[in-house]
């Protein structure tokens, strides 16, 4: 059996990087990389299949779901996004979608609000958790004795390096440069996203907005604070999470409601009956596809999926970037026009202000 890595390859965000890694560790080995946003134009070197772990944030392009049937999937701590460029909701989970995931149930998710939206679609899915929950520990790491703030407001590291006087404090983020976005190599990646995991494993304590941090700390053992927006994101996403570790607010934190953690240190709650249903499930699968029968008979010939599918569905992919294209241009020029007339009226009101006031 072949086995294909799933990573985002024009991420900008390392969390990307950190989900393709945890399930990375489970792999006998990597044969191909795949695309997250391509997966549906995925082809073997030849007619086989190829096994994959998806574990991750689906999908920017909803067009691009399912899969190539060449892919053998395994849904764990998988999350499904409501599409925002052309639904709006979750329709792009089609009759086809829903039939093709029942073919794989049950999906695992990694948060209870994607399970009820796939429930109600009448796809077996449960909450999972989160694969980086399983990342393993470094054995090499020295403490470093820092408390590392990840993404977070100036206001809150100002916060905090007040509170703590004179404590070493790494301020850093997940968000990649254009120029790190453009890299290819895995290696590389992986090079940098591990630098991250051992400052992490090896920081007294971590103060992040991103669950893609946290989740690995906790995983680490390193104790973190979360912070976090009581929005729909947060009930959606995040909420699924909130008893792991501690979660705050801006104004919480900024109110002084951590300071106590802050100079302290909370413990985290690792969930590891969770952690190990993980593993297990995904061991089983690594073990079930070392067997598993090549009946390549059911198949499409490549040189057959080539034509009838990728060089119509490029056709479609450039007709829709072409209207996301023309779509964003009236947006802004939407924006300017209407900017314009809010400048054109407050010209107005100031000079009939000035007239009124004469009178």
């Given at each position: 059996?072949?086995?294909?890595l799933?990573?985002?390859?024009?991420?900008?965000?390392?969390?990307?990087?950190?989900?393709?890694?945890?399930?990375?560790?489970?792999?006998?080995q990597?044969?191909?990389?795949?695309?997250?946003?391509?997966?549906?134009?995925?082809?073997?070197?030849?007619?086989?299949?190829?096994?994959?772990?998806?574990?991750?944030w689906?999908i920017?392009?909803?067009?691009?779901f399912?899969?190539?049937?060449?892919?053998?999937?395994?849904?764990?701590?998988?999350?499904?996004?409501?599409?925002?460029?052309?639904?709006g909701?979750?329709?792009y989970?089609?009759e086809?979608?829903?039939?093709?995931?029942?073919?794989?149930a049950?999906?695992?998710c990694?948060?209870?609000?994607?399970?009820?939206?796939?429930?109600?679609?009448?796809?077996?899915?449960?909450?999972?958790g989160?694969?980086?929950?399983?990342?393993?520990?470094?054995?090499?790491?020295?403490?470093?004795?820092?408390?590392?703030?990840?993404?977070?407001?100036?206001?809150?590291?100002?916060?905090?390096?007040?509170?703590l006087?004179?404590?070493?404090?790494?301020s850093w983020?997940?968000?990649?440069?254009?120029?790190?976005?453009?890299?290819?190599?895995?290696?590389?990646?992986?090079e940098?996203?591990?630098k991250?995991l051992r400052?992490?494993?090896g920081?007294?304590?971590?103060?992040?907005?991103?669950?893609?941090?946290?989740?690995?700390?906790?995983?680490?053992?390193?104790?973190?604070?979360?912070i976090?927006?009581?929005?729909?994101d947060?009930h959606?996403?995040?909420?699924s999470?909130?008893?792991?570790?501690a979660?705050?607010?801006?104004?919480e934190?900024l109110?002084?409601l951590?300071?106590s953690?802050l100079?302290?240190y909370?413990?985290?709650?690792?969930?590891?009956?969770?952690?190990?249903?993980?593993?297990?499930?995904?061991?089983?699968?690594?073990?079930d596809?070392?067997?598993?029968?090549?009946?390549?008979?059911?198949?499409?010939?490549?040189?057959?999926?080539?034509?009838?599918?990728?060089?119509?569905?490029?056709?479609?992919?450039?007709a829709?970037?072409?209207?996301?294209?023309?779509?964003?241009?009236?947006?802004?020029?939407?924006?300017?026009?209407r900017?314009?007339?809010?400048?054109?009226?407050?010209?107005?009101?100031?000079?009939?202000?000035?007239?009124?006031?004469?009178?």
């Amino acid at each position: 059996m072949k086995y294909g890595l799933i990573y985002y390859k024009n991420t900008e965000n390392l969390g990307d990087d950190i989900l393709s890694y945890a399930g990375k560790q489970f792999l006998p080995q990597v044969d191909y990389y795949i695309d997250r946003e391509n997966m549906d134009l995925f082809l073997p070197e030849e007619k086989e299949y190829v096994a994959a772990i998806l574990n991750g944030w689906y999908i920017h392009y909803s067009y691009t779901f399912p899969p190539s049937p060449y892919l053998i999937p395994f849904f764990t701590g998988a999350y499904f996004n409501r599409d925002t460029l052309i639904y709006g909701d979750y329709s792009y989970l089609d009759e086809y979608a829903v039939d093709y995931m029942k073919k794989f149930a049950p999906i695992g998710c990694r948060d209870q609000h994607t399970a009820d939206v796939l429930n109600e679609k009448g796809i077996e899915s449960y909450f999972s958790g989160c694969l980086t929950l399983t990342l393993r520990k470094f054995q090499d790491v020295e403490p470093n004795h820092a408390v590392i703030l990840t993404d977070v407001s100036e206001r809150i590291i100002k916060h905090i390096e007040n509170l703590l006087n004179g404590k070493p404090v790494i301020s850093w983020t997940h968000r990649f440069t254009k120029e790190e976005k453009g890299w290819d190599s895995w290696e590389k990646r992986e090079e940098r996203l591990e630098k991250y995991l051992r400052a992490y494993q090896g920081a007294d304590l971590v103060v992040t907005t991103r669950l893609h941090c946290a989740l690995p700390c906790i995983a680490l053992g390193t104790p973190v604070i979360l912070i976090v927006n009581r929005n729909d994101d947060y009930h959606n996403r995040i909420e699924s999470f909130s008893g792991f570790c501690a979660c705050f607010s801006e104004e919480e934190l900024l109110g002084g409601l951590a300071d106590s953690m802050l100079v302290n240190y909370p413990n985290n709650q690792t969930p590891h009956q969770l952690v190990e249903e993980m593993k297990k499930g995904v061991n089983q699968f690594i073990a079930d596809m070392s067997s598993h029968p090549q009946d390549i008979a059911r198949l499409p010939e490549i040189s057959l999926y080539r034509e009838m599918y990728m060089e119509r569905g490029n056709s479609m992919r450039r007709a829709l970037e072409t209207l996301l294209v023309k779509q964003d241009i009236m947006v802004h020029n939407f924006a300017c026009e209407r900017q314009k007339d809010m400048e054109m009226m407050e010209s107005v009101m100031a000079l009939a202000k000035k007239v009124a006031d004469k009178i």
